[in-house]
């Protein structure tokens, strides 16, 4: 079904929640394992149908955020949906606790109920009105940055309509771009400040109710970290700032000689050379089409993925002034339809769409003809592995997209920027830990732990006049930071075990891409390192593999 067909109702949650009673009244009258699956299976049937309406509601506010019907639905769902969710911890609990639970284990995993062990220890009743309150605040920032009204040549752009501008191979244009948008940081300053303060707090309270120390460890339980922790984490972060800054830095002096400055500003690192980044040839029309021709010569299994997402028009990734800021993938569950959102602004980021989102909704749609749904409950990390790997195996297909040298340079500069934000993941990360760890900061004294950890991180880092940034202000446009507490960090494993597989495909393409089909059809039913090893990767976390990596990486390839 095309996306525009798919209709939408609000969801009832007085009913809802009434049938999550019934099918616990059934659950436990069941008189076997196997009768307890047939239950489990309606259970399925109305989480599907909640979460495609949630879903489609969110896509359609983000599409449209001056539409005020799905505004009014978007502030529904993020005041009901944390009661109803504690209710559904309350029907797995019953699950959990079955006395048939070998049957039901084996039907749904072992990894199912240990994030059933998470989930049950990241919520109760007591912290509904903080979960609403956060969903709230979080909205708030969101809008806050689709607001940007910024004056240009006679044009009003909001900040993804900017993005060419600060990418201008003309360091004046580049240059006005950044003060323009530093200019819109500054205005917003102290509501960023205030809703973070809030937002910091309200997280905090959650994690003291629910008994832990910090909001980081209620944090790990909510992003489903159900086979590491921040040890693992930490000592990561470790060997990235001892192998992979001197690294990174290497390739920024090598862009600043490119450039042909003696210093290199802000301003200057988000273009590989004198002639700009490589622009991607044609209409957002045309590329969508030469997506469609890569997907087909790539694999059976991606053409049939990407004409059904061109089929029923699920992808809207044109730019328009009202549609909310970023990109991203979802999941439609009564269609088996991924979805993805997108800003195309005419950039090489429009490729990255086509290579990354894609990455992700194949994934989607591989998984999709498994009926247990927990197996599509995957850790952030592995689905980042999905959406980061694919930008590499679609490497022959450069040339589809860019004219001549361009493409060559779009494979360089696609490959030195995946390394040059390794160190920025790995900071955005200790950043957020410092902050859970220090709730107590002040507005300011977050700026200054964010100046010193990008002396740690990224030592050549000079704003120049940019005021906002310079004060140590720019983690505020990162919205993770904000929305997707301690997410971060799931890009950083994920952007290593795709350099695994660029240096695998370098070596053997077919034999590289089975692996990765293998990692994708997995899905979630494996713990991460566990997948990682069937697929034939190693893990970040031991020690030696940053280094490892490191050494493989060529530039030249």
């Known amino acids: 079904m095309k996306f525009c067909d798919m209709p939408y109702k609000r969801i009832d949650f007085d009913e809802a929640k009434a049938e999550v009673r019934n099918l616990m009244e059934e659950f436990q009258k069941a008189a076997d394992g196997e009768e307890q699956f047939a239950v489990h299976q309606k259970y399925y049937a109305l989480t599907d149908r909640v979460s495609t309406q949630i879903t489609l509601a969110s896509i359609r506010h983000s599409l449209d955020t001056a539409d005020a019907f799905y505004e009014q639905e978007k502030s529904y769902y993020d005041e009901q949906v944390p009661e109803y969710s504690n209710l559904l911890i309350a029907y797995q609990k019953l699950l959990y606790h079955s006395p048939y639970r070998e049957t039901l284990e084996k039907k749904i995993g072992s990894v199912a109920f240990k994030n059933m062990e998470l989930a049950f220890a990241s919520v109760n009743e007591q912290v509904v009105p903080l979960m609403q309150e956060e969903n709230a605040l979080t909205t708030e920032y969101e809008k806050l940055l689709a607001s940007a009204e910024i004056e240009w040549d006679g044009e009003i752009l909001n900040l993804s309509l900017l993005g060419p501008y600060l990418k201008s191979k003309d360091p004046k244009v580049r240059k006005r771009a950044c003060e323009k948008q530093n200019a819109f940081f500054l205005k917003i300053e102290e509501q960023l400040d205030s809703l973070y303060d809030r937002l910091v707090k309200n997280r905090t309270e959650q994690a003291r109710i629910l008994g832990f120390d910090s909001y980081t460890e209620l944090g790990y339980l909510r992003m489903q970290r159900n086979s590491y922790g921040r040890e693992q984490v930490e000592n990561l972060r470790r060997q990235v700032k001892k192998y992979w800054v001197p690294f990174s830095e290497q390739l920024y002096e090598n862009r600043r000689n490119r450039l042909g400055v ?281 020690d030696g593999c940053i280094e490892k990596i490191v050494e493989e990486i060529s530039l030249d390839k």
């Open 262 to 542: 003696d210093h290199m500003y802000y301003a200057d690192e988000l273009v590989y050379g004198k002639e700009g980044n490589p622009q991607p040839k044609g209409t957002p029309e045309e590329i969508l089409e030469q997506g469609r021709r890569m997907y087909s010569e790539l694999s059976k299994e991606t053409k049939e993925f990407f004409d059904f997402m061109m089929e029923n028009q699920l992808l809207d990734v044109f730019g328009r002034k009202t549609k909310a800021v970023g990109g991203y993938m979802t999941y439609i569950p009564d269609y088996h339809a991924p979805f993805i959102f997108a800003n195309f602004n005419g950039t090489s980021g429009d490729v990255d769409v086509i290579t990354h989102e894609c990455g992700h909704a194949f994934q989607g749609y591989l998984s999709a003809s498994d009926p247990i749904r927990e197996h599509a409950d995957i850790g952030m990390e592995t689905a980042e592995v999905h959406s980061m790997s694919m930008e590499f195996f679609t490497e022959p297909w450069y040339g589809l997209f860019f004219e001549g040298k361009d493409a060559e340079d779009y494979k360089k500069m696609h490959l030195e920027d995946a390394a040059m934000f390794i160190p920025y993941g790995c900071m955005v990360d200790e950043f957020q830990h410092r902050m859970y760890d220090e709730p107590e900061l002040t507005p300011a004294q977050r700026k200054e732990v964010w100046k010193e950890l990008e002396q740690e991180y990224k030592p050549h880092m000079d704003y120049g006049d940019l005021e906002f940034y310079a004060k140590g202000g720019y983690w505020q446009r990162q919205h993770h930071i904000y929305s997707f507490p301690l997410y971060y960090i799931d890009y950083v494993i994920a952007q290593l075990c795709a350099f695994e597989y660029k240096n695998k495909m370098d070596q053997d393409y077919k034999e590289a891409w089975n692996s990765y089909l293998k990692l994708c059809r997995l899905s979630a039913s494996d713990y991460f390192e566990k997948l990682l090893e069937q697929a034939g990767l190693r893990s970040p976390f031991e």
